[in-house]
């Protein structure tokens, strides 16, 4: 069943942590398009695999209200890669798994989410169809390992492409290799329809004993539609401040800033006749009142806002896109 509003209103909930999931096929060019899918759910956290995008670039690439948790770019071969984004009021550290990345193989990145008493270790992962299956499950099975903890749970999602669907060698190994670690995958729909095939080969694997929710989520971003984990949990999470340094400019600053201004002789200013050395000398005054005047304070500053660009008529330009892209993908699949 294909369902495209399945958690409204439970990101708000307190005892709930959402975590978006999806193979996006190239993440540059769709932000706008995104930021509103993200504006409809607001998740605490991003699971993205494919993003396409290198080292340089992801650095500098922002999603409003989110930041870059961890990430795994590829250099030698193109496209691949994952990363992970935090809600700005989420408390995360980042778990460098680098040294398991091999492109195509396993590219995967993880971060670890706080709560009051509780972890959450939080990975996404991608392999490419012609990856070596055994360098796969081999290296996950040492990253579990080396990462286990009885009071930090698990929760594993990306793109496999191993089809969940259908009974393989491959698939048997790896859902043994997960039990071993008490985990569950919990995708049980189709998570990338096409006009000749339906396979299952996104998932996310969560701790055997956890109460959840899971729904695809069709944006029309790529043609795996993403899934949307509602993990319930009996703990808070710890809010992470975001501080902003900034200078001080209130009326009395200002009124003392324009009045050092106004005691200043400019003698090294108007009897210089050189006019780089005249500029540099203003200059040198100029910001000696400025710095004198007006200091540096650190303030706690709440980021987590609405985009402005995104209007009421996007939104219902979208939702109506989403209906179309919806509607066509049930005809090709009955077809």
Not at 4 to 10: F, M
């Amino acid at each position: 069943m294909i369902n495209s509003k399945p958690l409204k209103g439970v990101a708000d909930a307190k005892n709930y942590l959402i975590i978006y999931n999806q193979n996006i096929q190239g993440l540059k060019n769709k932000l706008d398009e995104f930021t509103i899918t993200l504006a409809e759910i607001k998740p605490h956290v991003i699971c993205i695999s494919e993003h396409h995008l290198n080292n340089s670039y992801i650095n500098m690439f922002h999603i409003p209200s989110y930041r870059l948790g961890a990430n795994y770019c590829r250099t030698t071969l193109k496209c691949g890669g994952t990363c992970i984004f935090a809600r700005e009021d989420v408390h995360f550290s980042d778990i460098n798994l680098s040294e398991h990345c091999m492109e195509k193989d396993l590219e995967i990145t993880a971060l670890k989410v706080n709560f009051k008493k509780v972890s959450l270790i939080i990975m996404c992962l991608y392999r490419a169809p012609s990856g070596d299956l055994k360098y796969f499950c081999d290296h996950l099975e040492e990253i579990l390992l080396s990462l286990y903890n009885p009071k930090i749970q698990f929760i594993l999602c990306g793109d496999f492409n191993i089809d969940f669907s259908r009974s393989n060698h491959w698939q048997t190994q790896l859902i043994n290799l997960f039990n071993t670690f008490n985990l569950k995958g919990i995708v049980s729909f189709y998570t990338r329809i096409t006009t000749t095939s339906a396979t299952m080969i996104d998932n996310i694997f969560i701790d055997k004993g956890s109460s959840y929710s899971i729904s695809p989520w069709i944006n029309g971003l790529s043609d795996h539609d993403a899934q949307i984990l509602c993990l319930e949990v009996h703990d808070k999470l710890i809010s992470q401040p975001t501080f902003i340094y900034t200078r001080d400019f209130n009326e009395h600053n200002i009124a003392s800033f324009l009045l050092g201004l106004t005691n200043e002789q400019w003698s090294d200013v108007s009897e210089e006749r050189d006019t780089n050395k005249m500029f540099n000398n203003f200059l040198n005054v100029y910001m000696r009142c400025h710095q004198a005047n007006f200091p540096i304070i650190k303030r706690c500053y709440s980021r987590h806002t609405k985009s402005p660009w995104i209007s009421k008529g996007i939104v219902i330009f979208c939702l109506r896109k989403k209906e179309l892209f919806i509607c066509c993908a049930l005809t090709r699949h009955v077809q």
